[in-house]
C-alpha cells in the first residue's frame, strides 16, 4: 500500500506531527506513507519536513484529515475522484460529522455550516473515523488517530525540571483554562513559581480571522511570572514538554464535550512529564485507567498541584505504567495497522 494524506497542514499543528509518525511506522508494515500534494494546504516548511508525493497516480489509498478548514476547492474535489470511493477515507478528529454542536461561542460547524460538512464528508468517502471515546455519530467508526511517540524518558528516571509547571502548545480555545492554572499553581502551598507557556497566541495580538478563538489578555501572564515563548521547533515538543514536573493536558472545551482524544493526552506521557487534567477530562479514565486518579484536578485545583509534587515519587512510578499501557496499545505501528485494516 501508499497511503496518501491530504489536510490543511502547519509545521507548528498536531497533524503534522502524526503523519510524521506514520511516515517512520509505514515500513515496519511494508507501506509507504506521503503527502498528496496537489490536494493540500501547506506552510513553507512543512515540505522540508514531510515527503511529498505530486503524482497522485503514486497512492493506492487516500486519507482526508478535516480539522477546522474545509481544504479542498473545486479542483481538489475532482482529483480526490483519481481515487476508488472505496479507498478514500475521512479522517475527523474535530468531530464535525455528526450531531451539532455549539458550545459558548464555539461551534462544531465553525464558518461553514453544519450541513455543508455533512454534504461533503458524503461526498468524499463511506468511511468516515474520528477518535471519540464513547457514542459515535451514526455512519462514523473509531479510530485514534494519535497515537503515543517513543517515549523521551521513563517518569521514575526524569531529569531535574526547569519548570514547575509548563504548557507547550498554542492558545487555541484554551486561554481560560490555562489562566485557571496559573492562578492555582500561584496559589499552591508551597507555591508553584517556575512557569512557562511555550505557543502562539498568548501574548499580543489574536489570530486576525479567529479573534475568539485565540483571545488573550495581553501582559497578564508576564505580570504573573509566566515565561512566554515562541513555539518550539519541529520534532521537540516531548523533549521541551519533558523539563516540567508537572504540563496540563489543555483540551479546546468544545473537544472535551465531545470526548475526542487529542495529540496532548499521549504526548505529555510520552515526555514523562507529570500531566494535570481537569474534570472535564475525567472520560480519559478509559484511555489511561485508574492510573491516572491522582492527575485529575478536582474542586482544589491548587491542593491537587500541590499533592502531585508532594507526592511525586510514587505518582511517577503510577505515570510509568500509564506510559507502558498506552506504548503497548497505541504505539504508531499499531495505529497505523489499525489504519491499512480498514481498506481491507
Known sequence: MRVLFAGDFHWQAGSAHMVAEYVRAAPALDCEVALAGPLCRLDDQVPGLLPIVDDLAWGTHLVL???????????????????????????????????????????????????????????????????????????????????????????????????DLQYVGANWWRWDALAQLVEAARSARPPLTRLRVAGRWWSGDPHPEHLTATANRPGWLAERGVKVTGPVPFGQVLTQMAKAEITPVLARPLLAHQHLLTPRMFETVAAGTMPALSPELAYTTSLYGEDIAPFLLGEDPAGCLARLLRDAPANRRRLGRIQDELRRGFNYRRVLGQLLAFTQ
Request: proline share 9%; glycine share 8%; charged share 25%.
Open 65 to 163: 484529515v478535516f480539522e477546522g478548514r474545509q481544504f479542498l476547492d473545486e479542483k481538489r474535489l475532482e482529483l480526490c475522484e483519481r481515487f476508488p470511493r472505496e479507498r478514500r477515507i475521512v479522517l475527523d478528529p474535530d468531530a464535525h460529522w455528526g450531531e451539532h454542536t455549539v458550545l459558548g461561542a464555539d461551534d462544531s460547524a465553525g464558518a461553514y455550516g453544519h450541513q455543508q460538512w455533512q454534504q461533503l464528508y458524503h461526498q468524499l468517502s463511506d468511511l468516515i473515523l474520528q477518535p471519540r471515546l464513547g457514542e459515535l455519530p451514526d455512519g462514523a467508526q473509531f479510530f485514534p488517530y494519535f497515537g503515543m511517540p517513543k517515549p523521551t524518558h521513563r517518569p521514575e528516571r526524569a531529569p531535574a525540571a526547569t519548570y
